[in-house]
Every structure is written in structure tokens, then in C-alpha cells.
């Protein structure tokens, strides 16, 4: 299948935006990176914009998305409708930030709202990837597709809220560090094995039944081969998205061991956006559909 690149910047933006919207919930209910937040808002709205502007040039005639939004079970209404629940928040939470401006003791947001970021941000990549979710794409018909970006999102997270609070000479702490290590880990951990699904998921290709074409009766429909993501030109998309997932543990666990998270932490963001672009790259490239069989 066609690389959809407007596609794969949008889930990846989104992940990136979702996962620091996430990590400042998480820094607040750790009473952790007060002078972080603004800046961490303002780039989450960036990342956020820049998502939902990708996602325009997948589109032919892209004043008709409106026309998808009557349908409350469709993947992009649901995407909008978590999105804007996402911007309130961002809304709520500028709102406080500002009230508590040039309070040293007042804590940035009440935790209340904190939880409702983390859940909030997990939501919109866990329905981001379910849309992709097709029966008549096997690679992609598995938990483990939303799973992935939720992982994307909890690398990105924290490491990007711990950079910018060194950026704005605030000592990292503990929840923030040890979010981005068990982040990065579980980031490698659901990328592997999406991986390893995409691979298994060739046999369903054997599976629907049989084939016969009287011009070409040895011919098969479909090359297997080409299915896997560790074969052909997708091959090497997924050795880089592997070790791009791997990689960002050990990144991760030096910033929190040497506190210098201004290297390390943007050293394990940018392995983990090249990752997560590589297996989006992937995830396209074994899309074929079933409908060949029928």
C-alpha cells in the first residue's frame, strides 16, 4: 500500500501532542514542574495544529470533512470529538496557569483536572488508532495498532515535559524521570511487538479461501512475501522502527541517572518520533487488503 504520509505525520503528531498533554497531568499530580507547564501547553497546541493540518492534505476535497461528522461511529468523528475534549482542557488549564502566575506556593492545576488530562490524552490516542482498525486489512485488525501510538505517546511525553523543564532551569523530577524510562519501555515493548503481529498476520492471507485465475492457475493473488514487514522495501522501515523503540530506554535511563535530560531527553524524543514514523511507514506498507480473495 501507498505510503499515506499527511497519515503518518497526524497519528504521530497527535501521539507527541496527547503524550505531553498526559505528562503535564502527570507532573501536576506529582506536584512536580510548575514553570514547565505553560511552555509544555503551548507546545502541545502546536503539536496538536500541526496534526490536524497534516491531516487536511489527505484529502481530495477536504471542505466535505463535515460531511463525515453525522456519523457518531465513524473513526474521524470520534477523532474530533476527543480533540476538542482534549482543546477545553487546554482551555481550563490556560485559564489556570494564569490564575496561579506569581503564587511561588500555589500549585499550577488541581489534581482533579490533572486526571482528567491523563485520561483525556490516552482516550485521543487510543481512538486515533482504532480507526485504522479493518477487518479487510489484517495487519492492521489488532489491539496492538492503538496500543503502539499509546506507547509513541508515552515515550514522547515526558521526555519532551523534562526538556523543557531544563530549558526553563527546573530540576526534573521524579515522577516526570521515571515516567519518560517506564514510557520508553513500554513504547518498545508494544512496538516490537506490533512488529511481530504485522509478520504473523500474513497467514490470514492463506486463510480466506481459495484462488483459481484460467490465465494464470499458478499464480498466486497476493505475494506473500511482500506482506511482511521484514521483507522487501518495508524491511528496512522496520529495523529502524525497532531499534528506534529500543533505543530510547537507554537514553531515557541515562538522563535519569546523570540528570542532564537536556541531551538525553532530546536524544530519546527524536529516536522516538524517527521510530514511530519508521512503524506508521511499516504499517502502510503491509496494509494490503483481503478484498483481492472475494
Not at 507547564?37 to 463535515?66: D, T
Not at 533505543?247 to 541517572?257: D, E, H, N, Q, S
Amino acid at each position: 500500500m501507498e505510503l499515506q504520509w499527511p497519515l503518518i505525520l497526524f497519528t504521530t503528531f497527535v501521539a507527541w501532542s496527547a503524550g505531553l498533554f498526559g505528562a503535564q497531568g502527570l507532573a501536576v499530580l506529582a506536584c512536580e514542574g510548575k514553570r514547565a507547564q505553560l511552555p509544555a501547553l503551548i507546545g502541545s497546541v502546536v503539536l496538536l495544529a500541526i496534526g490536524g493540518i497534516a491531516v487536511f492534505f489527505h484529502l481530495e476535497h477536504w471542505e466535505r470533512i463535515f460531511n463525515g461528522f453525522g456519523n457518531p461511529t465513524s473513526g474521524i468523528t470520534q477523532e474530533l470529538v476527543c480533540i476538542v475534549v482534549m482543546a477545553v482542557l487546554m482551555v481550563v488549564l490556560f485559564v489556570m496557569l494564569r490564575k496561579s502566575e506569581g503564587a511561588a506556593d500555589a500549585v499550577a492545576a488541581p489534581k482533579w483536572l490533572a486526571t482528567l488530562m491523563v485520561i483525556a490524552s490516552a482516550v485521543t490516542v487510543l481512538v486515533t488508532g482504532h480507526s485504522y482498525m479493518m477487518e479487510a486489512r489484517p495487519a492492521w485488525d489488532t489491539v496492538l495498532g492503538p496500543l503502539s501510538l499509546l506507547g509513541v505517546a508515552c515515550a514522547l511525553g515526558p521526555a519532551t515535559f523534562a526538556v523543557i523543564e531544563t530549558v526553563r532551569d527546573e530540576a526534573v523530577g521524579r515522577g516526570i524521570a521515571l515516567g519518560a524510562v517506564v514510557g520508553a519501555a513500554a513504547n518498545a515493548v508494544l512496538s516490537v511487538a506490533y512488529l511481530l503481529v504485522m509478520e504473523g498476520s500474513t497467514e490470514a492471507y492463506t486463510e480466506v479461501g481459495t484462488y483459481f485465475d484460467p490465465t494464470h492457475p499458478t499464480a498466486g493473488v497476493v505475494d506473500m512475501a511482500a506482506l511482511s514487514p521484514f521483507a522487501g522495501e518495508s524491511a528496512a522501515m522496520a529495523v529502524v522502527a525497532a531499534i528506534c523503540a529500543i533505543a530510547p530506554i537507554v537514553t531515557a535511563v541515562l538522563g535519569k541517572r546523570s540528570g542532564n535530560w537536556k541531551l538525553w531527553g532530546a536524544v530519546t524524543v527524536a529516536l522516538a518520533v524517527v521510530g514511530a514514523v519508521a512503524l506508521r511507514m511499516a504499517f502502510y506498507s503491509v496494509g494490503a487488503s483481503v478484498y483481492l480473495f472475494y
